[in-house]
């Protein structure tokens, strides 16, 4: 048995690289998570650089000096955070506060209709059992009045919190554009200076995260605005809420437009029942998911590793539960990672 682990070690660590990066690696995902929730700041920041470093990088290819293109990035960068807090925030506090304010209506409502279901159909469905569901589903609403409340209040108590971080975030932000090379050559000289194995990654995972993390931002704005569009053409209520959270269900393939389609068509059926106007909007944003499945995506996502949808999922599930809404974020691109990781190693075939 040692000799079969001394051949395996022998296989793929003989390379003095490999094992730099097999720490390096290891270091990586312990200071994630240990530390993630400490360096939540400096991983925000570090990810905004990098979508805004595409911005400067446009600007500079049209003739705009990099400091110049900085400071027009970081400004535009500045205005889309003050619109985020002032406007967009206190909207979707406010649609989610009435939600819940209105839920205890919703579920009587809910459960009044579905009382008539065991007289129609009693062969599938039981008093007892619908009962019990909604007993549940009370409990659950219960539970969810008590987070947004005690949330309102643990927020109030950590105001000094929040505002070091609206303060620091943009701040990061704007260093890590502006001494981008400093930083990544001062990164650089810790490593050692062969490293062909580390560029070769390097390249080609450069490109993948930067089109996945900058395709995604786009993504998730246009399927947030268009939602938004198409609900209040409609006069859906919570329209903003339920457009945020259809934006960000693009984070999760596959998963998070199925998932994020039941509070809509809830919402909808209530305010509507089983009208045509519940019928037209649950259309429009059937073209909506449509569009963005076989339209956005692929115009967005061409150059990026396609990856079995099986390992998309394991991937979501995995670093989501290590990393929470960041890992869920970054599950493709990571999942890309360990791939191009695992295509690049090198074996010593004569150690077995």
């Given at each position: ?71 027009v ?31 205890p ?20 469905l ?10 549940q ?15 309102s ?8 919190e ?8 943009p ?21 050692p200076?062969d ?40 006069g ?33 059926f ?83």
């Amino acid at each position: 048995m040692l000799k079969i682990v001394q051949s395996w070690i022998e296989k793929y660590f003989s390379d003095e690289e490999a094992v730099i990066l097999f720490v390096l690696l290891l270091t990586g995902l312990g200071v994630v998570v240990f530390l993630g929730k400490m360096l939540a700041p400096v991983i925000a920041s570090i990810v905004l650089a990098f979508i805004l470093q595409g911005l400067v990088t446009r600007l500079t290819n049209v003739g705009l000096p990099e400091r110049a293109a900085i400071i027009v990035t970081f400004l535009l960068f500045l205005g889309i955070l003050t619109v985020l807090l002032l406007v967009l925030l206190p909207l979707i506090w406010g649609q989610i506060i009435s939600l819940v304010k209105e839920m205890p209506r919703i579920m009587g409502d809910l459960q009044a209709s579905v009382k008539l279901l065991p007289e129609q159909y009693p062969q599938f469905l039981s008093q007892g059992a619908i009962q019990q569901v909604f007993d549940q589903v009370t409990a659950e609403v219960g539970k969810l009045g008590q987070f947004v409340v005690s949330f309102s209040l643990q927020g109030l108590g950590n105001v000094v919190e929040w505002l070091i971080y609206i303060v620091l975030v943009p701040i990061l932000v704007f260093f890590f554009l502006k001494d981008k090379r400093v930083i990544l050559h001062s990164l650089a000289a810790l490593l050692p200076k062969d490293r062909v194995l580390m560029n070769r990654i390097w390249l080609e995972m450069n490109m993948q995260f930067a089109n996945y993390i900058r395709g995604k931002v786009v993504e998730i704005f246009v399927v947030g605005v268009v939602t938004y569009i198409v609900f209040a053409v409609f006069g859906l209520n919570y329209a903003a809420l339920l457009a945020i959270l259809v934006g960000l269900s693009v984070v999760i393939p596959y998963i998070g437009a199925a998932v994020v389609t039941i509070p809509v068509a809830l919402i909808a059926f209530f305010q509507w029942g089983w009208g045509t106007e519940f019928i037209y909007l649950m259309v429009f944003y059937g073209i909506v998911q449509a569009l963005d499945g076989n339209v956005l995506v692929p115009l967005l996502f061409s150059e990026v590793v396609n990856l079995h949808p099986v390992l998309i999922i394991v991937a979501v599930l995995f670093f989501g539960g290590v990393w929470g809404f960041w890992g869920v974020f970054f599950a493709i691109p990571l999942a890309t990672l360990v791939k191009a990781v695992f295509s690049a190693w090198p074996t010593n075939n004569k150690a077995l």
